[in-house]
């Protein structure tokens, strides 16, 4: 980095009877500082929180060369980036990233974190583990036991064990006792929401369009859902057409979205047709969005005679939806999540 001379390292410090994985004595910008390097194997939030722990009473900025604590770790999430800034301690990691925050310099690189985390880290908002966290955003104040949590989000064991693993480590989840009395309860719901918000694409869904004149909004939604309905086919409301029966906030009523599974793409223009919805590229009144994950469908509920997805689902589609998504979505979390 420009203004950063390194003098000397010191492989076994110890500072006030700490003892601490190295010592880089250097100068910047002219001035004489050591810093005071905490090594990490992971960077997520909890390892973060114990480098915290481990670093408090260290920045001394004052004295003739300047302690500056660091945090050095191969990964370091976004989430840890953060808590870290908050907390004024430097950090570097592999990906090249970097942040030092002095009285009289200052420097910070953001990259993107670098591959090779654990892999439900990054396809937690995907598949089984979807699941899981469907499960626990709609009670987030409940005490799970592994069983009860694989049982209602219909997975294995494992894979909650693989989920709670993850949201422990980004302080989300608190765990009380050990073996199979332990429980489990989500702490930070709202964290947790968001961060599935940010991660989901209504790209994951094939649309399948569809159009039919009706004079009745409604009538749109039976033409849909009943011939859905009379082939057997699992279906739940989304975006505009379920959050306008559960949280109405000036939804376009003369179009509808349903959530179907991929798995009846071949009934799906037979159906179509039985009900006089005629396919088309452009224009279309009605939106058939398959999905191959089992999590949108999980939860749906009936609301006025209409099968509609869960909030939880509604939220995430809608922040992903451009279309005044997001203003919708924050009506529905502030009306129906209350986190």
Known sequence: MPDVEIRSVDPEPR???????????GEV??????FLVEAKASGYPRDVQQAIW???GLRRLEQPVADVPLLA??????????????HKLAYWDAGGSIYIDLP?????VDRPVPAGRPRVLRNVYRGSTAQVLHALLLEPGRTWHVSELAQC????????????????AQLWMDKAGKGPRAVRVLREPGALLDAWAAAHSLAEYEARRFHRWVREPVELLHAATDALAGAGIEHALTLGSGAR??????????????????GAAGRLEGMARASDLLP??????????????RSPLLFRRQVQGFWVASDVQLYVDLWAWPQRGKDQARHLRAERLGY
């Not at 770790?73 to 908050?86: F, T």
């Not at 088309?280 to 994950?293: I, N, Y």
Request: proline letters at 5%.
């Open 104 to 108: 009289w310099a200052f420097f910070w």
């Open 54 to 56: 481990q670093l408090d």
């Open 153 to 168: 989000a219909q997975v294995s064991l494992s894979t909650v064990h693989q989920v709670c693993t993850f949201l422990e």
């Open 29 to 34: 910008k002219g001035r004489p500082v050591r």
């Open 280 to 293: 088309v590229e452009e224009g279309e009144a009605v939106t058939f969005l398959m999905t191959r994950e």
């Open 15 to 25: 500072v006030d009877g700490r003892a601490l994985d190295l010592a880089v004595l």
């Open 245 to 262: 029966l559960v949280a109405p906030y000036g939804t376009d009523a003369e179009r509808a979205w349903v959530l179907v599974p991929a």
């Open 73 to 86: 770790a191969p990964a370091i999430s976004e989430a840890s980036r953060e808590l870290l800034r908050r």
